[in-house]
């Protein structure tokens, strides 16, 4: 089972962005998927998260700007960001509890990260 980021580029500050975390293999059932970022010479930092419920937080620098969903029959997950602004940019990174099929436990997996730079 694998997470691959897409959707990232740049953009102009004010602009918005949509990244894609899709999950491949043979996959049962995804849980908890988040997003985190992490920028040239930081720790990397939590985004938000999506309940298998629907619930969702997000850190006090997206909330209101950033929304995370998922479309359970794509095995994919998405962050919209709008109101991009230039601290927004840095390598986001998807992260997933996925069960695969034949499995009675979830395992936790990380995409290879994608990068978002904000800039005029």
């Known amino acids: 089972v694998q997470l691959m980021e897409s959707g990232g580029g740049l953009v102009q500050p004010g602009g918005s962005l949509r990244l894609s975390c899709a999950a491949s293999?043979?996959?049962?059932?995804?849980?908890?998927m988040k997003w985190y970022r992490q920028a040239p010479g930081k720790q990397r930092g939590f985004v938000a998260r999506?309940?298998?419920?629907?619930?969702?937080y997000y850190s006090d620098s997206v909330e209101g700007r950033f929304t995370i969903s998922r479309d359970d029959a794509k095995n994919t997950g998405y962050l919209q960001m709008n109101s991009l602004k230039p601290e927004d940019a840095a390598v986001y990174s998807c992260?997933?509890?996925?069960?695969?099929?034949?499995?009675?436990?979830?395992?936790?997996?990380w995409g290879q990260g994608t990068q978002v730079t904000v800039s005029s």
């Open positions: 293999g043979n996959i049962y059932s995804i849980g908890i």
């Open positions: 999506l309940f298998s419920d629907g619930g969702t």
């Open positions: 992260n997933a509890m996925i069960r695969g099929s034949g499995n009675s436990d979830f395992d936790e997996r």
